[in-house]
């Protein structure tokens, strides 16, 4: 069965601190993967995502995160965070099962602290 | 910019009531998703519409959950009658044409039920 693990549930961290957010998946077919952020009360955004190729991608914000095919990981970094990088944030692969489905991690809450 | 619309934002119900929630998809998506997210939890797929067609509604409890889509535009999310456990937020969500994975899913605000 496909599904996708954040490993930390909450993460506190200072403003303008590294951040890490973790992402594996499992699955027995090719995947696309994604990160999504949500903000209170509004819903999904995406942050970025990987398709092919390049095995680092960037997104919105300075978020960036790299594929690891070896340890199907898929973690999110930030080199410094601000106090307005505080939101859920979600990681997804989409898959093929007949038809293509998006399936979502639990969430990782980020909190900045100042 | 193009956003996803819906409605309501909020809803109060009491169980064994009715409630429905609309969405209205970007222009020329034809892909349309309803999400179910409880509080602390990832969004869970309850239905996916290819134009007018249902393509996965594996999730749906279908004993109390309807959706239609019935123009292959805008979509409409049932429960009859709603259970204390419906407490969630209701999210919507289009994409292009999704015969590729890649396709990114654009999201609503969503609909956040509470059942008393």
């Known amino acids: 069965a496909q599904s996708v693990t954040q490993l930390d549930s909450q993460v506190p961290v200072f403003e303008e601190a590294p951040v890490e957010l973790r992402c594996n998946y499992s699955?027995?077919?090719?995947?696309?993967l994604f990160w999504y952020v949500q903000y209170p009360n509004q819903g999904l955004q995406l942050l970025l995502k990987?398709?092919?190729?390049?095995?680092l991608v960037k997104g919105i914000n300075g978020f960036e995160a790299e594929f690891n095919k070896s340890q199907t990981s898929f973690h999110l970094r930030k080199p410094s965070v601000h106090i307005s990088d505080t939101a859920e944030y979600f990681c997804a692969v989409s898959l093929y099962t007949g038809g293509f489905k998006t399936i979502f991690g639990a969430g990782t809450r980020l909190f900045v602290k100042a | 910019e193009a956003e996803v619309a819906q409605s309501p934002r909020y809803k109060i119900t009491e169980k064994s009531q009715a409630v429905a929630f609309w969405c209205d998809p970007i222009s020329g998506h034809a892909t349309l998703y309803w999400y179910r997210q409880i509080l602390g939890q990832g969004p869970e797929l309850l239905v996916q519409f290819q134009d007018e067609s249902v393509v996965d509604d594996s999730q749906l409890p279908k004993d109390r959950f309807s959706a239609e889509r019935l123009k292959g535009v805008d979509s409409t999310l049932k429960i009859q009658p709603a259970e204390l456990g419906d407490s969630a937020m209701y999210l919507c969500?289009?994409?292009?044409?999704?015969?590729?994975?890649?396709?990114?899913?654009?999201f609503g605000a969503g609909s956040r039920l509470t059942v008393l």
């Open positions: 990987y398709l092919s190729g390049s095995t």
């Open positions: 969500a289009s994409s292009l044409r999704g015969r590729s994975g890649a396709n990114v899913l654009t």
């Open positions: 699955s027995s077919v090719s995947v696309y």
